[in-house]
């Protein structure tokens, strides 16, 4: 009996454990985090729901209810479109929109007798969890890997979300819902801003957040629920600013909806920006109807807003031209498209690094023009003028972001050398020995492979290319010495040194990671950096080494402790133990392949941080990696560029534009910035890093 009954329960739980297995394998970390997505959803609509029935309740206005079971109804239909016709782009753009709309509808229909209600309580309660929940979600989905991060100003959830939440605001008074549609507005521009990675977006999200909650909402004296609004902005803003980080997309990519965009559209957008910036001055004009302080007000709007009027007429000749220059180089792209340029390659080639850089330090000036005459001529009463500060903030930020980023990553000269020697086996003594004569042409085939790929690199990212050395027998210390040499001593055809150095190998290594010469000798990464260092003494280029060889981890864990130079090394983790069934061994030349691939082909579906892969990714880089900068133009290089480009009655705002720029008064904060990007590169480490060259360092 016992026996019988010991085996009942054996064979239950046994069963009840396979069936766990198996559910734990077809739910994975994807599902769980969506799962965790829709519970914050359901969140913010239990709290909507409860909100508006208080709401209601109160004040016994059947336009409340009305609204309250429409909604229902539209989010009913939208399920219904989901689940039964596969509708799933109209149900989630129908469902956004009504989010917005009843959450806009939440914040602005408040009153101090449903503060006192526990059902207004509980709401509250609810909205705060939703902003934890959404924050989570957002948190766990970049950190699992669960996010594909695509090139993009404005996502349909957010977009349909801010139409729905000003269509609420139309409830108000014109000049009230005016101003809040404006916010609206100056919101999606700090979004936008945000997911650009501007340099002044984390600034331009604390001034949005302080005069909105400060002086804003105070100003148009309405009734409003804090908690929702708190809601509203940081379920929207959650995505970009953890982007800030997480977002693994160049400059390019990020800016590629309006970098790709045709000419007529973008010479309309430069003439929106200034009609916005006209609409803008205009509304400051207002502050002069101020009397009590004509004395202040008149004199101070006189000088600073003529003065603003300069900087922003260059400010606006600078982006035509700059849009004038991209159609150039949206001509050369399209005529050689075939043989896969890039554009940020092609902007590279026409200068417009030289010109990024130059009007980064004119777009701040006209950025920090618009601060003072916003300060001078501010309204505490007028919401439309704060709005419209608010909007023309983030625009100006973002002109400033573009030319920053675009002046550091493009235009930087780079020069490589390859060196394959295909030897796997040694002799006990560690000299490299040939291949028995049934390997040979495998080996020839592999090693050619490699060498295609890595010319292929060299070739589509416009590496000016110093020599791919191949040697079945070896190369001896004093060859390769001398090689590696003449490498590092390259200049350009204009007598600087090259930004960057590439260096490859493939071949043989000791388990210290040493190179495997010939004649029993061996390189050391320490000998490697002492040339480099030798040659690279009073200049400020970079070395970025790649290597395909089994083991590669020992020079990567190393090369983080070089504190003197700016030096990266990108290399392979090759599996163990492989089972021969579901994939072949790992070989020399596979990640060759596969990094090529990944660099070379936007299009490739090469993931790293794939369970299971035979060769992984490693890369190391030196302490002060992340402080690298390319040459920045001289007082010259700018009277230069202000005569070509700008009226001669512009001409004395040179030496003023240069004085000012020169004062760097950020050097605090690029002081403090410098230091967290130190403390992301050695605790944090990126997944993918982008050299600025157009390929990626990556790690799985």
């Keep these: 009996m016992c026996r019988s009954l010991r085996y009942c329960v054996s064979h239950c739980l046994y069963a009840a454990m396979t069936r766990l297995e198996e559910a734990n394998r077809e739910v994975n970390m994807h599902s769980s985090v969506r799962y965790l997505g829709y519970l914050a959803r359901i969140n913010l609509l239990v709290a909507i729901c409860m909100g508006l029935y208080v709401r209601w309740e109160k004040t016994a206005d059947a336009l409340i209810l009305v609204i309250f079971i429409l909604g229902l109804f539209v989010l009913g239909i939208a399920s219904i479109l989901y689940y039964y016709f596969s509708m799933e782009t109209a149900s989630l753009s129908l469902s956004n929109l009504w989010f917005g709309f009843l959450l806009g509808l939440l914040c602005f229909l408040n009153n101090s007798a449903f503060k006192t209600d526990v059902k207004e309580e509980a709401t509250k309660y609810l909205l705060l969890s939703a902003i934890v929940l959404r924050i989570l979600c957002a948190l766990v989905e970049r950190i699992c890997g669960c996010i594909h991060h695509r090139p993009t100003l404005l996502t349909t959830v957010e977009f349909l979300e801010l139409v729905g939440f000003a269509i609420a605001s139309t409830t108000m008074l014109v000049e009230k819902s005016m101003s809040i549609i404006l916010l609206v507005m100056a919101l999606a521009m700090l979004i936008i801003d ?45 995505d970009p600013l ?82 004038t220059k991209l159609n150039d180089c949206h001509k050369v792209y399209y005529t050689h498209r075939a043989e896969n340029n890039s554009l940020d390659r092609v ?26 005459l916003g300060a001078v001529s501010w309204q505490p009463t007028n919401g439309i003028f704060m709005s419209a500060f608010l909007i023309v903030l983030p625009l100006e930020s973002m002109a400033h972001g573009l030319f920053h980023e675009l002046g550091n990553c493009l ?129 400020c280029s970079r070395l970025i080494i790649i290597l395909d060889c089994e083991n590669s981890q020992p020079w990567v864990k190393e090369v983080r402790k070089v504190n003197d130079q700016y030096v990266a090394v990108q290399g392979a983790e090759m599996a163990r133990v492989v089972d021969i069934e579901e994939s072949d061994p790992p070989q020399l030349g596979d990640f060759t392949r596969q990094w090529v691939e990944y660099n070379c082909n936007p299009d490739s579906n090469i993931s790293w941080s794939e369970k299971g892969r035979t060769v992984k990714a490693v890369y190391g880089v030196s302490k002060h990696w992340s402080d690298y900068t390319l040459h920045l133009p001289t007082g010259s290089d700018v009277a230069k560029h202000w005569m070509i480009y700008f009226p001669r009655i512009t001409y004395p705002l040179v030496h003023l534009a240069n004085w000012f720029c020169d004062l760097n008064l950020f050097w605090v904060c690029k002081a403090c910035f410098r230091c967290l990007k130190r403390l992301k590169m050695s605790w944090f480490l990126p997944t993918v890093l982008d050299t600025g060259q157009g390929f990626k360092l990556v790690k799985s």
Excluded at 413 to 442: K, R
């Design 194 to 238: 945000l997911r650009m990675k501007s340099f002044l977006a984390i600034p331009n999200l604390a001034i949005f957040g302080a005069i909105a909650s400060l002086l804003f909402f105070p100003s148009l004296q309405i009734p409003t629920n804090p908690f929702a609004l708190a809601c509203f902005f940081s379920c929207l803003i959650s």
């Design 242 to 323: 953890l982007d800030v980080y997480f977002s693994g997309l160049s400059v390019t990519e990020r800016w590629k909806p309006y970098l790709y965009r045709g000419k007529i559209c973008r010479r309309l957008s430069v003439i929106s920006v200034g009609v916005i910036e006209l609409i803008f001055f205009i509304l400051a004009a207002f502050k002069l109807r101020d009397l009590d302080l004509w004395y202040f007000v008149i004199p101070g709007f006189s000088i600073f807003g003529i003065f603003w009027m300069i900087c922003h007429v260059i400010f606006f000749i600078t982006l035509w031209g700059f849009h």
């Design 347 to 372: 902007m590279a080639s026409k200068g417009m690094r030289h010109f990024c850089l130059i009007s980064e330090q004119l777009v701040f000036f006209s950025l920090v023009a618009t601060a003072v």
């Design 411 to 539: 235009g930087g000269t780079c020069v490589g050398y390859a060196v394959v020697i295909p030897t796997n086996f040694c002799s006990p003594d560690g000299q490299p020995t040939l291949l028995p004569p049934e390997h040979v042409q495998e080996l020839n085939l592999r090693s050619t492979g490699m060498l295609n790929a890595i010319q292929r690199f060299f070739a589509y990212h416009m590496i000016e290319t110093y020599g791919c050395d191949y040697s079945t027998s070896g190369l001896t210390f004093d060859t390769l010495h001398s090689k590696i040499k003449s490498f590092l001593e390259l200049r350009t055809a204009d007598g600087p040194r090259h930004d960057t150095y590439i260096l490859y190998y493939s071949g043989h290594s000791h388990g210290t990671g040493e190179w495997a010469l010939a004649g029993g000798d061996a390189l050391r990464l320490d000998t490697l950096l002492d040339w480099w260092r030798e040659k690279n003494s009073t200049f």
